[in-house]
C-alpha cells in the first residue's frame, strides 16, 4: 500500500521563526512532498517570537479550547492557522499562555535554556494528536522534525494506538544536531504519563532525562529514522543503527523528494 497522506509535525518552519538548517527544511520537506502529490497537515508550536499579525495567523474557534492536564495542571489547547505565502501549505500553530505566548523558543530573552523544554514537548504533542483527532483526518505517515515533536511517537505507539486516526500510520521522526544542553527537568518523566504511555516505560532511560535521552525515546517508538541534517550526534547515529531500523541518511535537498517518497514506501510495505 502506498502512502497518501503524511502529517508533518515541525519544530519550526520558516517564515515564522527565524532561518535555520531545520527551519528551512520545516518549509521544505512538506513542500517536495506535496509536490509528489501526498495530501499533507503540517503543525508546529505558536513561539512567542511568532508575528502573528504579519504572518496572517488566525484563531480556529471550532478546535480550540481543549483541556489538556499536564502533570496534574489544566493547560487550555488554543489552536490558529495560517498560509505559508506563495505555497499551498497550511500550518496549524498549538498555543498556550504557560508554555508559548510571549515566550521565545527553547531559550529566554537572555539566552538562558527553559527549565519546562520537556513539559512543552509533551503539551505539543498531546495538542497535535487531539487536534489531529478533531479534524477526522487519518495519516499514513507521521513525520516528526526536531526534539520538540520527540514525545510524539511514543504517544502514538502508546497512548494512541487504538485511535482510528492513528492505529495504522507509520511514524518517521528526524534527526537533528543538539542544541539542548539543559536536562529536562526532574518532574519529566512524571509529566508524561499519559494512558498507556506510563512513565515506568521511561526506566530503561537515564534518570537524567536530557536531548540524547529524548532522541533515544523518538528512535524507539518509530518506524524510521531520517537523518535531517548535519551534526547528528555520534553516540545518537550509533543507537541508530544497533536498532536496525530503516534509515535515510542526509540528502540534499534537490533529491528529497524522491528519497521520502520512496522511504516512504518502504514503511508502508514494512
Not at 520558516?14 to 521544505?28: A, I, N, Q, T
Not at 505566548?101 to 497535535?128: L, P, S, T, W, Y
Request: some cysteine.
Amino acid at each position: 500500500m502506498k502512502a497518501k497522506k503524511v502529517l508533518f509535525i515541525n519544530q519550526e518552519i520558516v517564515p515564522y521563526v527565524p532561518d535555520s538548517e531545520m527551519s528551512l527544511l520545516g518549509k521544505h520537506v512538506p513542500h517536495v512532498v506535496q509536490e509528489k502529490g501526498y495530501e499533507i497537515r503540517t503543525f508546529m508550536p505558536k513561539w512567542g517570537i511568532i508575528n502573528e499579525r504579519r504572518g496572517q495567523l488566525h484563531e480556529v474557534i471550532r478546535l480550540s479550547r481543549m483541556m489538556l492536564i499536564i502533570d496534574e495542571t489544566d493547560h487550555p489547547l488554543i489552536i490558529k492557522v495560517a498560509s505559508i505565502p506563495q505555497t499551498r501549505i497550511q500550518v496549524y500553530f498549538i498555543d498556550n499562555d504557560d508554555y508559548f505566548n510571549h515566550r521565545q523558543m527553547a531559550f529566554d530573552e537572555k539566552g538562558i535554556e527553559c527549565d519546562d523544554n520537556g513539559e512543552r514537548a509533551i503539551f505539543f504533542a498531546r495538542g497535535v494528536l487531539e487536534t489531529v483527532k478533531k479534524l477526522r483526518w487519518v495519516p499514513d505517515i507521521i513525520h516528526c522534525q526536531g526534539w520538540m515533536t520527540s514525545v510524539v511517537p511514543f504517544y502514538i505507539k502508546k497512548a494512541y494506538q487504538d485511535e482510528p486516526s492513528f492505529a495504522n500510520t507509520k511514524v518517521v521522526t528526524s534527526l537533528f544536531a543538539n542544541h539542548l544542553k539543559k536536562q529536562l527537568g526532574d518532574d519529566f518523566k512524571r509529566a508524561v504519563d499519559f494512558r498507556d504511555a506510563k512513565s515506568e516505560l521511561l526506566d530503561k532511560y537515564n534518570k537524567k532525562f536530557d536531548f540524547i535521552e529524548l532522541e533515544k525515546l523518538a528512535v524507539d517508538y518509530s518506524d524510521g529514522i531520517v537523518e535531517g541534517g548535519d551534526g547528528v550526534e555520534p553516540k545518537l547515529m550509533r543507537y541508530v543503527q544497533k536498532t536496525k531500523k530503516p534509515f535515510m541518511p542526509h540528502t540534499a535537498d534537490d533529491q528529497l523528494g524522491d528519497a521520502l517518497d520512496a522511504f516512504y514506501d518502504t514503511l508502508m510495505e514494512g
